[in-house]
């Protein structure tokens, strides 16, 4: 992973605050997947709205992803109409030239001289799993998300097609710790008592240990695979992503979802199925196999939400005791840092 912490203006005058959950009106502070490696070749500038803010991003010589605020701090242009020249970006209007880090390095009808008081934003960005991330705050706090068991380990990844919902990202979100709904929509035959966990002051995880019941048809097949009790663990980190671990203690299938929010509070989101890369050609075939089960896996869960994601109107007036889960989880990024994020805010 290419982390860059460099490319970082000053502080944000966006006010951080503490709170979030399913707020259109602010960010939690964290990483956003922004953009497929693949649609950002080198000496390439696209645009991307995130989250409601338009951003540049371009890929320079050195084969280094950044992002920029996408409007030229001279007159207002966007910069993805521009054109990469080595490691920086020239604006398409009058020229005007800035560096990753956001400075203005050279100003054609001023002799080529550099302006110090021309500044656009510049956003940390990292690369992995085939996606490029942007971290929204400051400076980050944490890497690009990991599965707690892969972190440090090299990893294969298979993304899915990019998905959109109806609802906030952390809706779409707590649907995966929502106890009583993995019965009644998802029909899963097994006992739930998930126990929440901090992992960090961003990450939480709630786990799930369990025998598989054999009442049902569903059941007596995963009985197959899952001779023990079945693992079910989604760890959260920041506002914006959360990673399934399902599987006996031998073969783990590692799902990650990466979530943003719309301009007006539905979900782009992006699932990545990962695994542990395993050495030479047979552990390649492996690695393809999981992955393959592994995705088709998210898409069963992925398919009987919609209908409450395209109309829910989240509100838990009345938890009881199987929503304990959902409200560690509407606790945890209440205690998030966010920021002031849509498009203008400075
Ligand atoms: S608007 Fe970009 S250089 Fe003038
Ligand atoms: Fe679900």
């Not at 009058?94 to 560096?99: E, F, I, L």
């Not at 942007?134 to 294969?156: D, F, I, S």
């Not at 990545?272 to 552990?283: C, D, F, K």
Request: aromatic share 8%; proline share 7%.
């Amino acid at each position: 992973m290419t982390l860059r912490t460099e490319a970082v203006a000053d502080r944000p005058q966006q006010q951080e605050e503490e709170g979030g959950f399913n707020d259109a009106r602010r960010l939690v502070e964290g990483w956003y997947w922004a953009l497929r490696s693949r649609e950002l070749p080198r000496g390439r500038a696209r645009a991307v709205s995130l989250a409601g803010r338009e951003l540049v991003l371009y890929r320079g010589q050195d084969g280094t992803a950044r992002a920029l605020d996408a409007h030229c701090p001279h007159m207002g242009a966007h910069l993805a109409t521009g054109r990469v020249e080595g490691d920086t970006l020239r604006c398409f209007f009058h020229r005007w030239r800035y560096d990753g880090a956001g400075h203005c390095v050279e100003v054609p009808s001023l002799g080529g001289c550099p302006l110090t008081t021309a500044r656009v934003r510049a956003w940390p960005a990292a690369e992995r799993y085939g996606l490029i991330w942007v971290w929204a705050g400051e400076r980050p706090t944490a890497p690009v998300p990991a599965p707690p068991e892969l972190a440090g380990v090299p990893v294969q990844a298979r993304l899915g097609r990019p998905f959109t919902k109806g609802c906030h990202p952390h809706v779409v979100l707590v649907n995966a710790i929502d106890e009583q709904h993995f019965n009644s929509v998802h029909r899963l035959p097994v006992t739930l008592c998930m126990e929440p966990r901090a992992l960090s002051s961003a990450c939480l995880e709630v786990r799930n240990v369990a025998p598989v019941r054999r009442d049902s048809w569903l059941g007596r097949r995963l009985a197959l695979l899952y001779a023990g009790p079945l693992t079910y663990a989604m760890t959260y980190s920041h506002g914006s992503v959360g990673t399934v671990t399902l599987g006996p203690d031998r073969l783990h299938m590692h799902l990650m979802f990466a979530l943003r929010p719309t301009a007006d509070g539905r979900t782009e989101g992006q699932a990545i199925a990962l695994t542990r890369r395993r050495p030479g050609v047979a552990g390649a075939l492996v690695d393809r196999l999981l992955l393959a089960a592994t995705a088709l896996v998210g898409r069963y869960f992925a398919r009987g939400d919609t209908i409450v994601f395209d109309t829910i109107r989240f509100d838990l007036q009345t938890p009881i005791a199987a929503d304990r889960a959902v409200l560690a989880f509407m606790r945890h990024l209440g205690g998030q840092p966010t920021l002031r994020w849509a498009d203008g805010a400075r």
